[in-house]
């Protein structure tokens, strides 16, 4: 089996890493100035809103019962809660992200050495730990954003929920990681029989 498409995918997937490790510490430098310098004109914390004045907005015939919108929120001066609680509501689904990338650049680093490489206990290992990682980092990273939206929703803005729903990536991110762990015990049951066949042979 040809191997150039893996390489090609590694290749791809490799520079994506690599812009999404420029783009993380790009943020946490932002992250720093709301929490250490301040920003009078710049980077801004985005929080939901959900009473948004409605008026005018439906059709004849339609009522508009919920509005939600998204405000960006700038603190006045330096605010090291703010920042704490910005990184809170970013970087946890960031780290689980680039966790999750890495990991699948590895598993296809081994499998360009062949089709063994490919179908093995290793690719399987792969396969698990990055089920885990999507899974376990979605979920903790939904808790920590939902809390830390509430948090800064108090201090700056006029009104907040107790609650705020998480976004519809944590649950792409527990399927996807739900698949990789299926996949993987595919792939370790595929590799016991494949072993006892060549056993009796």
Request: no cysteine.
């Amino acid at each position: 089996m040809s191997t150039r498409w893996i390489l090609r995918l590694e290749v791809v997937l490799s520079v994506a890493l690599t812009l999404s490790v420029l783009g993380t510490v790009a943020a946490l430098i932002g992250n720093f100035v709301i929490a250490f310098v301040g920003n009078a004109h710049g980077i801004g914390i985005p929080l939901q809103v959900f009473d948004v004045p409605s008026t005018g907005m439906a059709a004849g015939g339609a009522v508009v019962e919920d509005v939600s919108a998204e405000v960006t929120v700038r603190p006045q001066g330096a605010s090291p809660a703010a920042g704490l609680l910005y990184l809170l509501m970013w970087a946890p689904g960031t780290v689980t992200g680039l966790l999750a990338l890495f990991t699948v650049v590895r598993a296809l680093g081994r499998a360009r050495s062949g089709d063994r490489a490919l179908f093995s206990t290793v690719t399987a290992g792969h396969l698990r730990r990055l089920g885990w990682i999507l899974i376990a980092g979605s979920i903790v990273s939904a808790v920590l954003d939902s809390a830390a939206q509430v948090m800064l929703a108090s201090m700056l803005l006029t009104e907040s929920r107790p609650f705020y729903p998480p976004s519809g990536e944590v649950v792409g991110g527990v399927v996807a990681g739900l698949v990789a762990l299926g996949v993987s015990e595919i792939v370790r049951r595929g590799l016991v029989l494949l072993e006892e066949v060549e056993a009796t042979i």
